[in-house]
């Protein structure tokens, strides 16, 4: 397939392009020019602006479209730059979509879908913008909301996360990998990770016994609690990814159990320099 990454220089945009790079005729596209050399062919684009990606979109099967101003940026942007990158990229993308015949758009939603913030509104509006595309015009349109996967500060920040709402960012690399080839032709996802809670464990946690509960699911996680003296969540319950797995494909592979075993060496966090 013939696929178009917008937004091709960020964070889902370098991992899906190496994902994809050998299966497909990938094009990338971005308003920030790429640091190195790269033998797919580049356009440069400002996604809010008509027809900013037409000649990007020539001949493309998918558009994997990532621009957005995101929750971390609150307060930096302002409400006006949220719209016009989150809403109207996202209008001008399904425009060229519409003038390009292009089959199928993969659309980054968020979690943050179900705030009440300006960044959720955002995102709201977009998944109105995808429904309304495929309804009148016939795209495909896989939306996928990700939990948080925002750069993190140190791999001490990344393991407490995943006590909370983080995801790892390549189970959400994943995710956009198989929404490019899925059967389904339109829904939303939730792309988050996978704790297998039982309704003991929830029990347990109400009785106040919180860091006892992850050491049951992920041994080493209490003593690592308690000497970084991680936050925990108030409360823990079991997430239904059925769909997700039956229509998307979606198999979760990182949590805490795994950032134990990768950056964890005798109950010591091993960092490194983020990348």
Known sequence: ??????????????????ALTQQHDIRLSDIATPSGASPQPFFAA???EPHALDEAAQGVDV???????????????????FYDLNVTGTFEMFQTAVRNNVRRVVWLSSMSFFGDDFYAYTKKLGEQLCEFYHRKHGIEVIMLRPADFTPFRSRAHYGERLLHGGVDRRDVIQAVVKATTCEQQFGAYHIVREDQFTEADIAAYEQGKRAETWERLYPGAQALIEKYGFHLPATIH?????REKQELGYTPNYNLGTFLEEFTRDNTIVEAENK
Do not use: C, N, Q, W
């Not at 397939?1 to 190496?18: D, N, P, R």
């Not at 558009?63 to 730059?81: Q, S």
């Not at 079991?238 to 059925?242: H, R």
């Open 46 to 48: 400002d996604v809010r």
């Open 1 to 18: 397939m013939k696929i178009l990454i917008t937004g091709a220089t960020g964070s889902v945009g370098t991992g899906v392009l190496e």
């Open 238 to 242: 079991p997430v239904d990814l059925s």
């Open 63 to 81: 558009i994997i479209h990532t621009p957005a101003y995101h929750g971390i940026h609150m307060g930096t942007f302002t409400e006006k730059e």
